[in-house]
């Protein structure tokens, strides 16, 4: 195994075994640790971890991508290569901003008062593109997160893509302009993001460093986890 560090973050309800799929690379994986962590304080957090634990690359899902997407600039140890999968990166409209935000804040109540319902009204989104046997798979991973729902409940509404990018941050397509080392990574039947891709894959700046994964929803790494570790290594040059 090589000496060099992945750090992998979670996105939304993500926990840090779900970083499995990066084991068949050959890195120590580390995790940020996103259910667990102070919700107020995450991306302070996670630009202590970044400095700290200096990894050569960094793997970050969603939400996790969304935070760390909001301070990148404000890092001294940048790492060789960053993948973000499925990560959005700008609600360009101030109506959608305030429509998304008055929605999680909904979620939010249903976190609190039906943890269950929320799970089975979440995962039935079309953007997972999840079958029966993995929105059930998935819901019992959650399920059986003994995590209080509160933090969840916190952090949909404090992390929502209604909050992003934050006043004191750089847009996050000036992030991608000003950064070759990022590449990014969608499902293909992902009906949320995969607008995302098309609009980066239409640039030159950006075509050669973006990426699809077939038949895959808004969780590639959950869904197809090997085909996932082959494109990486493309891509780390493994």
């Not at 950064?179 to 098309?198: C, P």
């Not at 050669?208 to 869904?223: I, L, P, S, T, Y």
Request: net charge neutral.
């Amino acid at each position: 195994m090589s000496s060099e560090k992945i750090l992998y973050i979670p996105g939304f309800m993500g926990k840090v075994d779900e970083s499995s799929f990066l084991d068949g690379l050959e890195y120590e994986v580390i995790c940020f640790d996103l259910v667990n962590a102070d919700v107020d304080g995450i991306p302070e957090s996670l630009k202590e971890m970044v400095e700290k634990e200096k990894p050569d690359y960094i793997y970050a899902y969603s939400m996790g991508g969304r935070i760390l997407l909001s301070i990148y600039d404000q890092l001294t140890h940048r790492p060789k290569k960053v993948i973000l999968e499925s990560v959005g990166l700008e609600i360009p409209k101030d109506e959608k901003k305030k429509a998304r935000y008055k929605l999680d804040q909904l979620r939010a109540q249903q976190i609190r008062e039906d943890f269950a319902g929320f799970l089975q009204s979440w995962y039935f989104m079309p953007m997972w593109n999840f079958s029966k046997v993995e929105k059930e798979r998935m819901i019992k991973k959650r399920q059986d997160d003994d995590t209080n729902p509160e933090k969840f409940a916190q952090s949909i509404i404090k992390y929502s893509p209604s909050q992003f990018p934050p006043k004191s941050a750089k847009r996050p397509i000036d992030v991608l302009k000003e950064n070759n080392e990022i590449f990014y990574i969608v499902g293909e039947k992902d009906t949320n993001y995969h607008l995302v891709y098309t609009s980066l894959k239409s640039h030159d700046r950006f075509k050669q460093r973006v990426f699809e994964v077939n038949e895959a929803g808004h969780n590639v790494h959950f869904q197809k986890s090997e085909e996932l570790l082959l494109l990486l290594k493309v891509i780390l040059g493994q």
